[in-house]
């Protein structure tokens, strides 16, 4: 007798009841598997963390890149010396910078550690200054006191992790190859993004099953304006803070301008949180200075604020992420979790290329579920990724 195929099964793929427990017994294995074979996947997922930092930073110069290039080879200049031709400015710009900028933040970097404890010293004077001043009762002097060693702990912390962090031969030798291999990799792989990205897709997309190929490239299209979009304008909007930084901290005289400017075109790439990270350490440092300090630092930071967020980001970034505020929040307390500080700037990024896929799973999920079950239940909306993404044919 012919077992009988319900919606459910149609739904799921499936011929028979046996399908949807074998499918779930499946799922149960794979988590199993996970679970009990650490010791195989750690070295899979130490190599993966090895090449991930050159991979995505390889890609990253290529959004910034690949436009020029595209330009220069509009311009009747072959691919391959339009690409020898940027690599040898990037080359002459990157001497000029270590023989006139590095020097400089080394010094100032190097000033900076040395005067930790100073400024800890007089940031804690200060406020022990401040609520002396105030009327208080006992226990509102025992919380302060409280307050001020838990501060005290955290400046000895901070000064034993910077200068001890580097002690062992073994994190010295791990962080020599890590940059060597990432000055080895990056320039190695975004030749070959450059040079040969357009051959790489055609040769994918011809090993992608015919009836795939239009869905992969409607994602592969969205990711990159999504994403595309998104890298080229936050590394323009890192540097013109980083600029913006530099010139402001030094017409007001700040100690340190240098290494803050650095610091804040790096962090700009943190969405919200970015400039309060660099405006804490800049107010501690004016704040040590004088009040008056304090104040220009204020009206500077303003004048950064307004340019970045009223006349560059709206003309650089272009289309929106469109991801709610709260969202960012989350994304960026579970990334630095995850990857610390390199999950925060690069977690706006793969939220995004994770929600593409998502939204095509989601489609195709409403596709099926309206065939099965739309009639009798009630339709869902169906889109396709390029009216939800706009992408322009």
Do not use: C
């Not at 929106?320 to 999950?343: A, D, Q, R």
Request: hydrophobic share 50%; no cysteine; glycine share 8%.
């Amino acid at each position: 007798m012919k077992e009988r195929q319900t919606k459910w099964m149609k739904f799921l793929g499936g011929n028979n009841i046996v399908f949807t427990f074998v499918l779930l017994l499946l799922i149960g294995a794979i988590v199993l598997l996970y679970s009990q074979l650490d010791f195989i996947l750690r070295p899979i997922v130490t190599v993966l963390s090895t090449v991930i930092t050159p991979l995505v930073l390889s890609f990253i110069l290529y959004y910034l890149i690949n436009p020029l290039a595209d330009f220069l080879e509009s311009k009747k200049i072959k691919r391959l010396w339009a690409i020898i031709g940027i690599y040898v400015a990037f080359a002459g710009l990157l001497t000029l910078l270590i023989l006139w900028l590095i020097p400089t933040l080394q010094q100032q970097f190097s000033d900076l550690v040395q005067s930790i404890p100073t400024l800890f010293e007089n940031l804690t004077n200060f406020i022990r200054e401040i609520f002396n001043n105030i009327s208080q009762n006992a226990d509102q002097q025992n919380a302060l006191n409280e307050a001020l060693g838990y501060f005290d702990n955290i400046e000895t912390n901070f000064v034993n992790y910077l200068s001890e962090g580097f002690s062992s031969v073994g994190n010295i030798i791990s962080s020599v190859t890590n940059v060597f291999v990432i000055l080895l990799m990056v320039p190695i792989i975004l030749f070959f993004l450059l040079k040969d990205g357009s051959q790489f897709m055609k040769g994918l997309m011809g090993k992608i099953p015919p009836g795939g190929r239009k869905d992969i490239t409607s994602i592969l299209r969205a990711i990159d304006t999504q994403v595309g979009g998104y890298i080229k304008g936050q590394i323009i909007i890192a540097i013109v803070n980083g600029v913006l930084m530099f010139l402001g901290f030094s017409l007001i005289g700040l100690n340190y301008n240098g290494v803050l400017a650095v610091a804040g075109g790096i962090l700009s790439f943190i969405p919200y949180l970015g400039p309060t990270l660099t405006f804490v350490p800049a107010a501690v440092i004016a704040l040590t200075d004088s009040f008056w300090m304090v104040g220009q630092l204020t009206i500077v930071w303003a004048i950064i604020q307004f340019i970045e967020g009223d006349l560059v980001e709206p003309n650089v970034l272009g289309r929106s992420l469109n991801v709610h505020p709260v969202t960012i929040i989350f994304i960026l307390l579970i990334m630095s979790e995850l990857l610390g500080l390199i999950g925060m700037i690069l977690g706006v990024p793969i939220y995004a290329i994770l929600k593409v896929f998502v939204t095509y799973a989601f489609q195709k999920f409403k596709a099926r579920y309206n065939k099965y079950y739309g009639t009798e239940k009630g339709m869902y909306e169906e889109k396709s990724l390029e009216d939800i993404y706009k992408l322009e044919d």
